[in-house]
């Protein structure tokens, strides 16, 4: 028989007392030490002398809470949150702070509303949005981008060289990498003080300029899309994200004549972390309606490894989910939600269709384009479309499996997914919705001719 060993008892050696703003409070050397060792909290739990510390002792309470339990109390919605950042600051909290109240897990799409509108300057419409794990936010509008700190209360904004910006991606809280469709050159910029530390270029066989058609990134690489400035040549060009140099170049296309496939660059860039593939997108609209393609590189090998071309009813916008492990698109033509399982991609051929309709399968009528400018994105296990101003929420309905004639479990025919409505009635409507982006426990919006960005969130506990 297993014997249990006792509780440790708290022995006043590991209490304790900090007297705050007059107030005395008592906790253990071990609560304080999960503010960090270099925190202040730290030293004063090894500290022998008095400990005396000159701030509020309500917001120390607020704080103390958050290092006991990992979350912050109800009541801190009745404080003001700049004031909470500066005495996290202080105290050296601001990380844990940070993750408590921004953590992108707490993210439930199911209560997402509209909560508050960010201004932007100016009379440009936001462009583009990029994102940081912990909800930084960075906007391009215009020849400017707009940046916002992860509690959304303190902005900046910088004047490019660009014309306007047409791709966004946020490095950092304070690097984006920016790129222009009629302006040469990626440039990596300093958002603190509007500085360009670099500029990144393709060279070309005609050694015309450059432009970028699209940016992704993983945890290693920076990827981008350019497309010479004649437009009769493009390239996915890789780079190390650290130190910014070429790693190699992977879809390498010179033009000649009519090959349609080889004249579209790519305009999205992902990376599937699961398989360790960028997924690279682009789109042509001819007179024979929207044509594209969707490849998946290996940037090892400078291979693609699947590829799905797409010419009826082309893709207006695409995205893949590691976690639902599926490809998801809105359909150009009839503004219908498709996807297609990422494991069934090595059997898709040039006769096959793979998209499995996820709406109504409308019929295309009179050649409208029921999705052009629709938007979709994927976040945790939820797949997220804008139709016009409104936005739909796309979730996974477990179901049996199936068998194939071999026994083994058939992954196309198994899966099923619920469409939901997301917000109150008041939130839905309104111009065209431009951008859908996730930052922290946040997903931020932006319309058409709307110099704003909405901030949608659920109606979790706190700020």
Same mark, same amino acid.
């Given at each position: ?171 950092s809280p304070d690097t984006a990498a920016a790129g222009a469709t009629d302006f040469s050159g ?95 997108? &682009? =789109? ?7 044509? *594209? $393609?969707?490849? +998946? ?6 291979? /693609? ?107 196309s025919t198994k899966r099923d997914f619920k469409k939901n409505m997301m917000g109150r009635v008041?939130?839905?409507? &309104? =111009? ?7 930052? *922290? $426990?946040?997903? +931020? ?6 110099? /704003? ?11």
């Amino acid at each position: 028989m297993q014997c249990l060993k006792p509780e440790p008892e708290l022995t006043t050696t590991n209490v304790v007392t900090i007297n705050v703003g007059g107030e005395n409070f008592q906790t253990t050397k071990q609560t304080l030490t999960q503010a960090g060792p270099n925190s202040l909290l730290s030293q004063l739990a090894e500290t022998t002398s008095d400990r005396f510390v000159d701030r509020d002792p309500v917001y120390f309470s607020l704080l103390l809470s958050l290092l006991r339990t990992g979350a912050l109390p109800s009541k801190v919605k009745d404080f003001d949150l700049r004031d909470l950042i500066e005495e996290s600051r202080y105290y050296g909290l601001e990380s844990l702070l940070t993750n408590s109240l921004t953590n992108p897990s707490q993210l439930d799409a199911f209560a997402l509303q509209k909560s508050s509108i960010l201004p932007l300057n100016g009379r440009d419409s936001p462009s583009a949005v990029a994102t940081t794990p912990f909800g930084s936010l960075h906007v391009s509008h215009g020849s400017k981008i707009t940046s916002f700190d992860w509690s959304l209360t303190r902005k900046s904004t910088i004047l490019t060289q660009f014309p306007a910006v047409d791709s966004l991606l946020a490095i950092s809280p304070d690097t984006a990498a920016a790129g222009a469709t009629d302006f040469s050159g990626l440039q990596i910029l300093d958002l603190q003080n509007g500085s360009v530390k670099q500029t990144l270029n393709w060279e070309n066989a005609t050694r015309s300029g450059s432009t970028v058609q699209a940016i992704g990134s993983s945890g290693q690489f920076l990827f981008t899309s350019f497309e010479s400035s004649r437009r009769n040549s493009n390239s996915i060009m890789v780079y190390d994200l650290n130190t910014l140099n070429p790693v190699t170049e992977i879809g390498h296309n010179e033009i000649f004549g009519a090959d349609i496939d080889s004249a579209i660059p790519a305009t999205k860039l992902r990376w599937v972390s699961r398989y360790g593939l960028v997924m690279a997108s &682009g =789109s042509h609209s001819g007179l024979s309606g929207v044509s *594209g $393609n969707i490849r +998946f590189w290996d940037i090892r090998s400078g291979n /693609v490894v699947f590829e799905l071309k797409e010419k009826i009813d082309c893709f207006s916008d695409i995205c893949v989910s590691d976690n639902l492990n599926a490809v998801f698109k809105v359909g150009v033509n009839s503004g219908e939600v498709f996807f297609t399982d990422f494991r069934s991609l090595s059997s898709v051929n040039d006769n096959s269709n793979p998209w499995i309709c996820l709406g109504d399968k409308r019929k295309v009528i009179n050649g409208k384009k029921e999705g052009f400018g629709c938007k979709i994105e994927n976040h945790g296990n939820q797949v997220f479309c804008s139709k016009g101003g409104d936005i739909e929420l796309w979730s996974e309905v477990v179901m049996g499996s199936a068998k194939t004639s071999n026994g083994s479990e058939d992954q196309s025919t198994k899966r099923d997914f619920k469409k939901n409505m997301m917000g109150r009635v008041k939130d839905m409507g &309104g =111009s065209r919705i431009t951008n859908l982006a996730f930052g *922290g $426990n946040k997903m +931020f919006v932006t319309r058409k001719d709307q110099q /704003v960005i909405e901030i949608w969130q659920g109606l979790a506990r706190g700020f």
